[in-house]
């Protein structure tokens, strides 16, 4: 079974920067797709990024030239790189991996981390 657990999140100011991590608990499986989710108190979740296996990203149009999706193969983690952060972009924010294993198919979902940014 794949975990994955986040990290990154915090407090700040409108304008700054954050980059979030999701890191899976073991190597050995092959990624199908990924991408970051956010949910913002009172609102339904939403796409953020997400990228098939050939390294293609897709943006919302709220976040497209700030927010930049990459991944790191030697150490099992993917991360959001966020830049000037506006308060819209305040919310719950969630990895999302789906990947293939001893030949099966899963979806796992991280814990989730808050940003929160202040105007």
């Known amino acids: 079974q794949v975990q994955l657990v986040e990290s990154g999140g915090g407090l700040v100011q409108d304008g700054g920067s954050l980059r979030l991590s999701c890191a899976a608990s073991r190597s050995g499986f092959s990624i199908h797709a990924m991408g970051w989710y956010r949910q913002a108190p009172g609102k339904q979740r939403e796409l953020v990024a997400s990228?098939?296996?050939?390294?293609?990203?897709n943006y919302a149009n709220s976040v497209k030239g700030r927010f930049t999706l990459s991944r790191d193969n030697a150490r099992n983690t993917v991360y959001l790189q966020m830049i000037s952060l506006k308060p819209e972009d305040t919310a719950v924010y969630y990895c999302?991996?789906?990947?293939?294993?001893?030949?099966?198919?899963?979806?796992?979902w991280g814990q989730g981390t808050q940003v929160t940014v202040s105007s």
């Open positions: 990228t098939t296996n050939d390294g293609v990203a």
């Open positions: 999302n991996v789906q990947f293939w294993l001893a030949g099966k198919f899963y979806s796992a």
